[in-house]
């Protein structure tokens, strides 16, 4: 199966540096993806780098088995929103989604039009809340039935219920389309709810990535004695440490169960641990409760 975005080494260099460097990744066909990362980890760049408004510096990008740069027919199947809902705003939404359907060979008015029934044709998107704006981005990024379909920051914008909306909106769509999926936010919450596979992103790099329930099964919190490490059986590798008095905590990677009693292993959530990938300097301290699911605190 053809990966929906593949990059090898690649990287973009602005003249203030590497926005993107040595970035290496493989996003899965149908996959629901966070592409998480902290303001100016370099998330809107690779966006940006895979629907060809930017060019690499460095490396290759394919994008549903196509160098979109040099074979810029690969973007008919390719759904983008950019941050802020970009559109013409002296234009009125029945003039948005009619020079959409112009513009695009694949265009579908059945989906585009399905959750706008209740915005006036005639309003202009200047008018429009910030809420009803975004979901006629979205709307006009469906409407070309992509196979790909970006959006670069959705919800920074939007209240709790606009929120919502948008999410109800983009699961339809994408159940309708078969579509992969790629959402970038800085606010881990805002794809801790929809994504199934994770990208992380730190200083331009891949920090993290890969399946969320295998990155959740693979990582374990272990807690006991302050002491040396040595090995310790089942750990392939050790992320992150923290010594708290007499105590230390340990954010493992593991190869197999950890056994050795001398050490208290709790699971993780994945906003605690992507916050410990992007602010590795904070461990979770070990509640009171020890029933508790330990918590990282970013």
């Not at 202009?124 to 992509?146: E, T």
Request: aromatic residues 4%.
């Amino acid at each position: 199966m053809t990966a929906a975005v593949e990059t090898w080494g690649l990287g973009k260099r602005f003249r203030r540096g590497w926005a993107v460097r040595e970035c290496t990744l493989s996003i899965p066909e149908q996959a629901i993806v966070g592409l998480a990362g902290p303001n100016g980890a370099g998330k809107s760049t690779l966006l940006s780098l895979a629907v060809a408004l930017l060019a690499p510096t460095e490396g290759e990008i394919r994008v549903l088995g196509h160098d979109p740069w040099r074979e810029p027919e690969t973007l008919e199947q390719i759904g983008y929103v950019g941050q802020d809902s970009p559109l013409y705003r002296s234009f009125s939404v029945g003039e948005t989604l009619d020079y959409a359907r112009r513009m695009n060979a694949r265009w579908d008015p059945t989906i585009a039009n399905r959750s706008l029934a209740h915005l006036p044709a005639g309003r202009r998107v200047s008018a429009l809340s910030a809420g009803d704006r975004a979901r006629l981005a979205l709307a006009v990024a469906l409407g070309k039935r992509p196979r790909l379909l970006l959006l670069d920051e959705p919800f920074a914008r939007l209240d709790p219920r606009a929120g919502r909306e948008f999410l109800q909106m983009l699961m339809d769509g994408v159940a309708e389309t078969g579509a992969t999926v790629v959402v970038a936010s800085h606010v881990v919450a805002d794809i801790e709810r929809i994504a199934d596979h994770i990208v992380l992103l730190s200083e331009g790099r891949v920090r993290l990535e890969g399946n969320v329930e295998e990155l959740l099964t693979s990582h374990r919190l272990l807690t006991g004695a302050r002491r040396p490490l040595g090995r310790i059986g089942g750990v392939e590798e050790i992320v992150r440490e923290r010594h708290s008095g007499r105590q230390l905590t340990l954010l493992a990677r593991l190869a197999a169960p950890v056994v050795d009693p001398s050490w208290s292993v709790d699971e993780i959530a994945l906003e605690e641990l992507l916050l410990a990938y992007m602010a590795p300097e904070r461990l979770p301290r070990r509640t009171t409760d020890e029933k508790r699911r330990l918590r990282w605190h970013g």
